[in-house]
């Protein structure tokens, strides 16, 4: 009897600790994995968001033009193919749970009902050259990124509730990620080829001010990025294949390395808003990885 009962504690402790490394709670952090195949999505691969039940959304899966819908446990599927001629890359979601959409190819910004899945224009203006990445702020406001990858400049716009879009400066250079503070008192916008971070006080109409340089990179280039509770950015650096976290004060925190080396975005989500998606160019999928601090869209949208 003494033998089994040893054998059987054995059994009990070896057990033990496999399922214990499976929780969620022991995951290791800052390790990324493949969260679906290596080619599921077209290069176009962009626009991360998660819904409060948890499902990943991201444009062009299988092909350009749609909007796919990942589930937690990982099945995907086209969610829906967006209006003839429309491509999207940036995606957010409203505090009364709507999608918005940014449609470069016609200078739009898109607004999807998560019901009847209905697609409307929410804001346009065809002076734009792309609205590449959207921000949105507590009020349902919204700041884009307008890049003009040809020239290698760039601009900001603001869209109010009413979807009236107006430039707020000018003369950038290429405009890519952007994303508000959590206490939604600031404004980050990068450009990519330049690779300055840069943050505005957001005013209360909604203009920005008091420009600064948050921190500049010596290499590679900056892609969309995310803000955690913390006010930490989460940055997708193209070409080095890295996630930057950087702090408030513009202290480069940690880099989590990726399996691919083109990430162009990234998201929060999983049950307690840690899991981190990240978009690959490159390997057409999206990576995941764990990290110690929610994400300030995932609380907002859990908050709705």
Request: hydrophobic share 35%; net charge neutral.
């Amino acid at each position: 009897m003494k033998i089994k009962t040893l054998f059987s504690c054995i059994l009990f402790f070896i057990f033990g600790i496999q399922l214990n490394a499976q929780s969620p709670g022991t995951q290791e952090l800052f390790v990324s994995s493949e969260f679906t195949p290596v080619n599921s999505f077209t290069q176009g691969v962009e626009g991360p968001a998660v819904d409060k039940d948890g499902n990943l959304y991201a444009v062009n899966y299988d092909h350009d033009g749609t909007i796919g819908k990942i589930t937690p446990s990982g099945v995907a599927s086209i969610f829906l193919e967006l209006p003839k001629g429309s491509i999207g890359n940036g995606i957010r979601f409203s505090n009364e749970g709507d999608m918005y959409v940014a449609d470069y190819t016609n200078h739009n910004i898109l607004k999807v009902d998560m019901v009847t899945k209905n697609v409307s224009v929410f804001a346009h203006d065809e002076t734009m050259a792309q609205p590449n990445d959207i921000a949105i702020t507590k009020w349902n406001t919204f700041y884009a990124s307008n890049p003009d990858w040809k020239n290698s400049t760039g601009s900001i716009w603001y869209a109010g509730k009413d979807g009236k879009i107006v430039m707020l400066e000018d003369n950038m250079g290429t405009a890519n990620g952007i994303e508000v503070s959590p206490d939604n008192k600031k404004l980050y916008v990068n450009e990519s080829v330049q690779r300055n971070v840069w943050v505005y006080d957001i005013l209360k109409d909604g203009k920005i001010s008091n420009k600064h340089l948050l921190i500049q990179f010596p290499d590679y280039g900056l892609d969309g990025m995310r803000c955690d509770t913390k006010g930490n950015l989460y940055i997708a650096r193209y070409d080095k294949g890295v996630v930057a976290i950087v702090s408030p004060e513009g202290k480069l925190i940690r880099e989590v390395k990726l399996i691919g080396k083109k990430p162009t975005n990234v998201a929060f989500g999983g049950p307690d808003g840690k899991t981190v998606y990240v978009t690959m160019q490159d390997k057409k999928n999206i990576e995941t990885f764990h990290t110690d601090t929610p994400g300030q869209e995932w609380v907002r949208v859990h908050k709705q």
